[in-house]
């Protein structure tokens, strides 16, 4: 997720010499701790949140509708593009199934016009084609399955 990133310094003030004397004492420090938060997302976290109805009025409301907004419009584009794609694959399924039926249909008007070699190889070569992707499809989908599954236990392991 992208996001505004917020950083929160606070200095603690230590130990400090004795400031009457001209001279530092040998061996006398000066301590001080520095701490750093950070936040990475579409909404800052409830400290800081509330921070912004002080100076904005219902300003932590409007901050939570923004990113809901937003939520809502990712997820809107992310299911018009899984309908396309399902769409585009439909629809190369289809051209393929009516280029493979040509196919086979000149290959058996070839072989009834008399030139029967040259109709069985038009046919043989359609069929091996569709078999061919048809496994190679099937293939790619099972080793796609064993990467998202060895992903999904590397994550559980964590």
Known sequence: MSGKRYKKRQMVPGRQPNTSSPQVAEGSAIAARVQTEFFSGPVPPPSLLARYNEVVHDGAERILAMAERQSKH???????????????????????????????????????????????????????GLVSIFAYSQHRQSKERVEKSTVLAERRRR
Do not use: D, H
């Open 74 to 128: 990712r997820e809107l584009l992310e299911a018009q593009v899984v309908a396309g794609n399902v769409e585009s694959q439909r629809r190369g399924s289809l051209y393929a199934f009516i280029i493979a039926l040509a196919a086979i249909l000149g290959g058996i008007f070839l072989i009834y016009a008399g030139k029967s070699a040259s109709g069985l190889a038009t046919v043989i070569t359609s069929l091996v």
